[in-house]
C-alpha cells in the first residue's frame, strides 16, 4: 500500500520561507510524478506545483511561479516544496500525491495522496 507522508508545515509570517517535504513509500517512486496541491478553508483543492519522475519537467501555478520550486530525491523517496515570499493567500492545507508517468495539474488525476500539513501565513 502506498502511503505519503508530509511534514514541514507551520505557522510563519509574510515573506518568510519554509520548505516542505513528502517522504513516499511507493515501490518504483521513481516511476511516479509527485504533485503539490493546497486546499483553504472553503475553497476547493487547487493544483500548486509537479515533477515528472526524472525531475526533468516541472510546473507550478501561476500564483506561486517565481515564489515555489518543487524538486525530488528519488534516492531519499522524497519530494521538496521551497516556498519563499510567502503571503497570507498561501496559508491552506499542503497535499503532496502521486501518479505513474508524467505530471498533471488536476487532483482526480492523482492515484495516492498524503493527509495534509498546514501552512498559515500571518500577515
Known amino acids: 500500500q502506498a502511503q505519503l507522508v508530509e511534514s514541514g508545515g507551520g505557522l510563519v509570517q509574510a515573506g518568510d520561507s519554509l520548505r516542505l517535504a513528502c517522504r513516499a513509500s511507493i515501490r518504483t517512486i521513481s516511476l511516479y510524478a509527485l504533485g503539490w496541491f493546497r486546499q483553504a478553508p472553503g475553497k476547493e483543492r487547487e493544483f500548486v506545483a509537479g515533477?515528472?519522475?526524472?525531475?526533468?519537467?516541472?510546473m507550478e501555478a501561476d500564483s506561486v511561479r517565481g515564489r515555489f520550486t518543487i524538486s525530488r530525491d528519488n534516492a531519499k523517496n522524497t519530494v521538496y516544496l521551497q516556498m519563499n515570499s510567502l503571503k497570507p493567500e498561501d496559508t491552506a492545507v499542503y497535499y503532496c500525491?502521486?501518479?505513474?508517468?508524467?505530471?498533471?495539474?488536476?487532483?482526480?488525476?492523482?492515484?495516492?495522496w498524503g493527509q495534509g500539513t498546514q501552512v498559515t501565513v500571518s500577515s
Open positions: 500525491a502521486a501518479r505513474r508517468t508524467s505530471v498533471r495539474a488536476t487532483a482526480r488525476e492523482y492515484d495516492y
Open positions: 515533477i515528472n519522475w526524472s525531475g526533468g519537467t516541472t
